[in-house]
């Protein structure tokens, strides 16, 4: 078999996050790395999803990604080329938080960390091109006020910070596509499937679907040849749907530069 190529999984000990590496990991033409914040769940999630695959190609990174400093230092850690990205990782705390960055948490996770990861790694992703993003957002998108974003005057409400998130994350991926096009990096987000879930049971939500139900789409974006070349799409079990808020360009050009402006 030719050398493996690199897919990285952010996110990877969630429901989701970890079927999708180990969706990956099974095909066997992947070294997956899998990226989470806590080292125990991380070991934990890499020896049932290795025991279940049967294959050992599996990598274990710890960094916050709501922090820029801890993602960037991953990137440098020279993992190159890079073939696949999958941003998967999310939270929605119940009450609003801050990272020690004074940035909302669920703001600076779900969409700065998703922006972060894209950035920091795109001179790996390039190297790996034709290579693929996958923004994993949600049918559940909507509400977003560009002027206070991190629920700095609005009352902060869990489901509505998390509505607001999905919603950038399918207005960056449009963006990011079209900045990309020309790199040969193809960018599509998705929604994952209705799983039960940490995440979900914070929006007080539970799930229909398992785990491997809720990774077929977003794997699907990842490594099937059936949509190589597909870029700036949002999809919904492996269907395209029209993106309402990826009409608004003037909306898109603002959220990019709204997230560009962050140096922390």
């Not at 992947?30 to 049967?54: F, L, N, S, T």
């Not at 994993?136 to 509505?160: C, I, Q």
């Not at 096009?181 to 940490?198: E, L, T």
């Amino acid at each position: 078999m030719p050398d493996k190529k690199t897919a990285i999984v952010t996110g990877a000990t969630g429901a989701i996050g970890k079927a999708i590496a180990r969706q990956i990991l099974a095909t066997g033409s992947y070294r997956v790395i899998m990226v989470a914040r806590d080292p125990g769940k991380a070991e934990k999630a890499r020896e049932d999803i290795v025991r279940v695959a049967g294959i050992e190609d599996l990598l274990v990174e710890i960094a916050d990604l709501s922090r820029k400093h801890e993602i960037f230092a991953l990137a440098d850690r020279g993992y190159s080329p890079v073939h696949v990205l999958v941003n998967v990782a999310a939270q929605s705390p119940r009450a609003r938080q801050e990272t020690p960055e004074g940035i909302e948490r669920q703001w600076a996770t779900n969409v700065l960390g998703y922006y972060w990861m894209i950035q920091a790694f795109l001179p790996h992703l390039r190297a790996g091109t034709p290579s693929r993003i996958v923004n994993v957002a949600s049918y559940w998108a909507g509400g977003m006020d560009l002027d206070d974003p991190e629920f700095k005057r609005r009352r902060y409400n869990n489901d509505a910070a998390y509505r607001q998130s999905k919603q950038a994350n399918r207005m960056l991926s449009a963006s990011l596509a079209e900045l990309f096009r020309a790199d040969g990096i193809a960018v599509n987000a998705c929604h994952p499937g209705d799983v039960n879930s940490r995440l979900s049971n914070d929006l007080g939500f539970g799930g229909h679907e398992t785990p491997d139900q809720g990774a077929d789409t977003p794997v699907w974006l990842a490594i099937s040849p059936e949509v190589e070349g597909v870029t700036g799409k949002y999809f919904e079990n492996r269907q395209e749907h029209n993106c309402s808020f990826c009409h608004n360009k003037k909306e898109m050009k603002q959220l990019l530069e709204i997230v560009e402006s962050y140096q922390q």
